[in-house]
Nanobody, 121 residues
């Protein structure tokens, strides 16, 4: 049974930072590209960042490019999302996802349950 378990969300003031983690089990972690998505209230779920199986390739949405950093530790079956300089526009439920390739992250094979990030102004 595949499980993706996110952690690290919470309430933070604008300008603050958070690091999200996603621990994976039940799958060959290094065989999957990993990604982060988010869904704000009343909006559709959107792609935030993705990282290749090896960790050498990554992609970001325009809204977080240059600000957020995705990374992974294949020895720990964990993917991270470092989020500095948070603003109210980053408030959302953040989801971890796994896909066969970073190019197929538009249709992930697996999803986590999500972790809430709330940025107060």
């Amino acid at each position: 049974q595949v499980q993706l378990v996110e952690s690290g969300g919470g309430l933070v003031q604008a300008g603050g930072s958070l690091r999200l983690s996603c621990a994976a089990s039940g799958l060959s972690f290094s065989s999957y590209a990993m990604g982060w998505f988010r869904q704000a209230p009343g909006k559709e779920r959107e792609f935030v960042a993705g990282i290749s199986r090896s960790g050498y390739g990554s992609r970001y949405s325009d809204s977080v490019k240059g600000r957020f950093t995705i990374s992974r530790d294949n020895a720990k079956n964990t993917v991270y999302l470092q989020m500095p300089s948070l603003n109210s526009g980053d408030t959302a439920v953040y989801y971890c996802a796994a896909a066969g390739l970073i190019g197929t992250m538009t249709s992930p094979d697996y999803w986590g349950q999500g972790t809430q990030v709330t940025v107060s102004s």
